[in-house]
DNA sequence: AAGTGGTCTAGACCACCTC
DNA sequence: AGGTGGTCTAGACCACTTG
């Protein structure tokens, strides 16, 4: 039974990884080399390494130029976790969008965002306070910096209308980004921005982007108590 | 200036990605087609295929038959998250593993359990809570339903000594996998067991697996307070 | 209907790494 | 030093989807 018929590699992909699952390769295993295993499916080599990349790149294999194609010992779960601006993620869930900024200030950038910079100094920046809300109900809390040096231009951006999120990603495409997840107690002053009691628990995201080894911005996200971050479902 | 002279592919990525940086494309725009890039680089169509392939992985291009090669609009952040199994993730920090099961029965699923299991009916399950110590300190208490339908053969482990988790890993690969994130308080119970004092902050992963369509565990993860999950870092 | 990306081949050379 | 995976080519055909 081959199970598509669409694609040989993708056929192949899947034969390999039933023998994984079938235990016929298991852990630590070396498998035959892309040659052989392309006589046996009497295809071109190119073919098969398309299926043993797209299981390497899973996670599931380790290949090695001359060390060949071996199981991965101690297999973890590989997800990919899309993380889109807010106002999308509360559109998609089919709310109505508004953003408040709250707070709007010029500032040196304390220790700790510096430490996030990767800067022993301590930089200008544009300190931001604001609030996503979903359907008039506050969703997300973010605490903002954003470097002056390196976007010195966002000074002139009415930063009322339109949320730094979304001006940062139009207009300063970041080429590279940290990202901690962690949950936390929210302070009092944070309830009362989020319309909450103190000390629940929620979950924050924060994210530092770089453009080359500048850094843009560091974000630190709050949201509503209940949230839930979906990585997309994965393969072994 | 050609960036790497490693590979051909990676520099036209490097080409194609600095500029949509640049804003030489921008958001919504359409890149010229496959052949024509090919041209320009003066390279076969599979090697900026290759790279293309590439790009549109990471989530920033959009690629469509006839419909030529678009740059994503209202672009995000994607990373990948690699979950380890517990005991590797303490080791990995440096820390002595040790691990301690604290309950261990059979029973029926209970409805929100069989709601993750995708069933209407309730399933024979085992039930497991267990502790994963690092360097003696309690680090992730989890709770674990394991579906005695489709894993049998667990009945006949000793789960003292080797926590489900690894054996798991070991004995029945999972095919799929869900994952959902967020921030809870943890109870009395959970606390005690923890070392820590209730109503503590406190990040917890709950996963589902499966083989086939068959459900093989649900595990409810609970981890130390101030734990912090970092994906790998991303490119825009 | 036609244009675009997706797949595949057969062969070649290269780069890395163990053996 | 030799074997393995990684890359690349030139060309072909296919599959999707939009104009």
Redesign the pocket.
Known sequence: MKTT????????RNQINKRILNQTYRPGD?????????NE?????????????SL?DEGMLQ???????TVTTDPFTRTTLDIPITRRDIESRGHRYHYHLIHNSQERAPAKIAACFKQTHSEPCLKLESLHLADGRPYVYERRWISLTTVPEIQNVDLSEISANEWLVRNRPFSRCDVQIHASICTEKEAEYMGITANTAVLILERTTWISESPITHVRALHEPGYRLIPNGSMS
Chains 1, 2 share one sequence.
Do not use: H, N, Y
Request: proline share 3%; with cysteine; net charge positive.
């Open positions: 018929r669409k694609s040989r590699w993708k056929d192949i070396k498998l035959p080399r892309d040659e052989d295993i392309a499916f009497d295809c071109a080599r190119s073919t098969v390494q398309r299926a043993m990349r390497a290949r090695k130029r001359k060390g060949g194609t």
